[in-house]
């Protein structure tokens, strides 16, 4: 079975500041990895994917993710927090024993301003 | 493009009584999924669907849920008789064959009393 971890439940992160929400995953075979965003009351908005090719991906909004194989892990970065980026982060992976398409979401990761 | 829209926003039920969500994905795409997140369980799979043909539903809790998609442009979910473990908000996402990200809908807050 496929499945990522995202081990913090809250980031606190002062605007300006990088910012880093950590994601680790499990899979049988070559990962697809995925950011998404959720703002409150909101549906998730995709952030960006890793398929193959350059480690580091870039991605909307000023994030960027680095895929890491050795250490199985996809950490969501920005160089600069805004206080706009308080959010829930989720990392996902594609399945590939459940099909195509079928894509296994972690738990989320609040990211939260401090003023 | 609208984007994905789901209907309605809000619903607010009786227990026992028939809920039924509706959605309109993104035109062009082929992949359709129903999902449903609660603070307990966080975003689960419903059902998905290629081509308005279902492909997984193990992702449904128990019988009284069915997905339908009778052609490209409409998909409902239904629960029937609801219950309060069922309140949560349901999602519905699309996405193309050879994208991979999925495009989520605003969801549909449901609430059965």
């Known amino acids: 079975a496929q499945s990522v971890a995202q081990p913090e439940d809250q980031v606190n992160v002062a605007e300006g500041n990088p910012l880093t929400v950590k994601c680790t995953y499990s899979?049988?075979?070559?990962?697809?990895l995925f950011w998404y965003v959720q703002y409150p009351n909101r549906g998730l908005q995709f952030l960006l994917k890793y398929i193959t090719g350059d480690n580091l991906v870039k991605g909307s909004y000023g994030f960027e993710a680095e895929f890491n194989k050795s250490q199985t892990s996809f950490h969501l970065k920005k160089p600069s927090a805004l206080v706009s980026d308080s959010a829930l982060y989720f990392c996902a992976v594609r399945d590939v024993t459940g099909g195509y398409q079928k894509v296994t979401f972690g738990t989320g990761t609040k990211l939260q301003d401090i003023p | 493009d609208a984007g994905v829209i789901q209907s309605p926003r809000h619903e607010v039920t009786e227990m026992g009584q028939e809920v039924t969500l509706r959605c309109k994905p993104i035109s062009g795409h082929d992949y359709l999924f129903w999902y449903r997140q609660t603070m307990m369980r966080g975003l689960e799979l419903l059902i998905y669907f290629n081509n308005n043909v279902p492909i997984d539903d193990s992702g449904m809790p128990e019988d009284r849920f069915s997905a339908k998609m009778p052609n490209a442009s409409f998909s409902t979910l239904k629960i029937q008789p609801s219950e309060p473990r069922d309140s949560a908000v349901y999602f519905c996402?699309?996405?193309?064959?050879?994208?991979?990200?999925?495009?989520f809908g605003p969801g549909t807050r449901l609430t059965v009393t």
């Open positions: 899979v049988s075979g070559n990962p697809y």
């Open positions: 996402a699309s996405s193309f064959l050879h994208s991979y990200e999925q495009y």
